[in-house]
Nanobody, 124 residues
Framework: QVQLVESGGGLVQAGGSLRLSCAAS????????MGWFRQAPGKEREFVAR????????IYADSVKGRFTISRDNAKKTVYLQMNSLKPEDTAVYYC?????????????????WGQGTQVTVSS
């Protein structure tokens, strides 16, 4: 089992940057692909980015491609989301999640474990 705790959210002006972190507990962090999702008020949760177990493969939503970077440090059991050139439409609660499956998925249903979320607010 994996427990996830996100941090790093906050209020930032449009064009600014934030780095989110997600710290995992448990001994099997490297056995999970990790993803970031977000949910804005009144909207469904949406996929943001995914990184493979080794960190060698990543997938991004079109809306964040070129602006966000997902990375992981298996020794520290932490996954990161570097967010640059932030836009007001990036405002949401951001969640990290762990997927034990080998086949990459952007579907939230594939992820077994979730953090509590961290709020990101981008002002115009």
């Amino acid at each position: 089992q994996v427990q996830l705790v996100e941090s790093g959210g906050g209020l930032v002006q449009a064009g600014g940057s934030l780095r989110l972190s997600c710290a995992a507990s448990g001994r099997t962090f490297s056995s999970y692909a990790m993803g970031w999702f977000r949910q804005a008020p009144g909207k469904e949760r949406e996929f943001v980015a995914r990184i493979s177990r080794s960190g060698g493969s990543t997938i991004y939503a079109d809306s964040v491609k070129g602006r966000f970077t997902i990375s992981r440090d298996n020794a520290k059991k932490t996954v990161y989301l570097q967010m640059n050139s932030l836009k007001p439409e990036d405002t949401a609660v951001y969640y990290c999640a762990a997927d034990p499956r080998v086949i990459a998925s952007v579907n939230s249903g594939a992820y077994d474990y979730w953090g509590q979320g961290t709020q990101v607010t981008v002002s115009s």
